[in-house]
T-cell receptor, first 111, second 109 residues
C-alpha cells in the first residue's frame, strides 16, 4: 500500500513565522503535490514537483515556496505566515498520470 | 482551464437509499477521478475512469465523454458512506487535477 505521511496533523503558528510542512511518500512516485483546501473552494494546487529539484507553480503559489531534495520528500514553506494562510494543507503523490494518493492533511492555524 | 461542477452540494438520505452524485466539466479530458473524504481530512481515491463504467462493491461510477458528465452511484447506502465526495478531472498528458467543490453526503440510520 502506498503511504503518504505529513509531519503534523495540527499546527498553530504566529503571524510572520516561517513554517515548514513536510510530506514523505514511500512508493517511489515521480510526482508530488501540495494543495490547500478551504470551505466552498475545494482543493487548490499550490505547487507540483515532477522530479527531484523540479517544481511547477500551481494555481495559488503566492506566499509559498517548495523544496524537493530527495524523491520521497516534498516540503512546503510559508516564508512569513499570514492569517489568510490558515487552512487545511494536503500533500499527494502519483506515478506519472495515474491516481493520486493523499496524506492525512495538516490543519494550520495562523494567529 | 477546466471548470468542474458537482451537484448536489449537500445530500441527506435514509439508510438503504440509492444515491446519485453528479459531475459536469467544460473541456475534454483524459480521465475523471472520484475521491472520498471522511471527517478528519484523509482523501481516498475511489475511481479513475476515462470511459464507460466501473464498479467496486456498492459503488458505481459512469462517464459520458460526449456529454462531459459523470455520475457516482451508491447502492444500499449505509451511515459509513457519509463523507464528502469529490470529482476531479485530468487533461491529456497532464499530471495535475482540477477539482470540484465536493458533495457532502449524510446517511441517516
Amino acid at each position: 500500500d502506498v503511504k503518504v505521511t505529513q509531519s503534523s496533523r495540527y499546527l498553530v503558528k504566529r503571524t510572520g513565522e516561517k513554517v515548514f510542512l513536510e510530506c514523505v511518500q514511500d512508493m517511489d512516485h515521480e510526482n508530488m503535490f501540495w494543495y490547500r483546501q478551504d470551505p466552498g473552494l475545494g482543493l487548490r494546487l499550490i505547487y507540483f514537483s515532477y522530479d527531484v529539484k523540479m517544481k511547477e507553480k500551481g494555481d495559488i503559489p503566492e506566499g509559498y515556496s517548495v523544496s524537493r531534495e530527495k524523491k520521497e520528500r516534498f516540503s512546503l514553506i510559508l516564508e512569513s505566515a499570514s492569517t489568510n494562510q490558515t487552512s487545511m494543507y494536503l500533500c499527494a503523490s502519483s506515478l506519472y498520470t495515474y491516481e493520486q494518493y493523499f496524506g492525512p492533511g495538516t490543519r494550520l492555524t495562523v494567529t | 482551464k477546466n471548470e468542474v461542477e458537482q451537484s448536489p452540494q449537500n445530500l441527506t438520505a435514509q439508510e438503504g437509499e440509492f444515491i446519485t452524485i453528479n459531475c459536469s466539466y467544460s473541456v475534454g479530458i483524459s480521465a475523471l477521478h472520484w475521491l472520498q473524504q471522511h471527517p478528519g481530512g484523509g482523501i481516498v481515491s475511489l475511481f479513475m475512469l476515462s470511459s464507460g463504467k466501473k464498479k467496486h462493491g456498492r459503488l458505481i461510477a459512469t462517464i459520458n465523454i460526449q456529454e462531459k458528465h459523470s455520475s457516482l452511484h451508491i447502492t444500499a447506502s449505509h451511515p459509513r458512506d457519509s463523507a464528502v465526495y469529490i470529482c476531479a478531472v485530468q487533461s491529456f498528458g497532464n499530471e495535475k487535477l482540477t477539482f470540484g467543490t465536493g458533495t457532502r453526503l449524510t446517511i441517516i440510520p
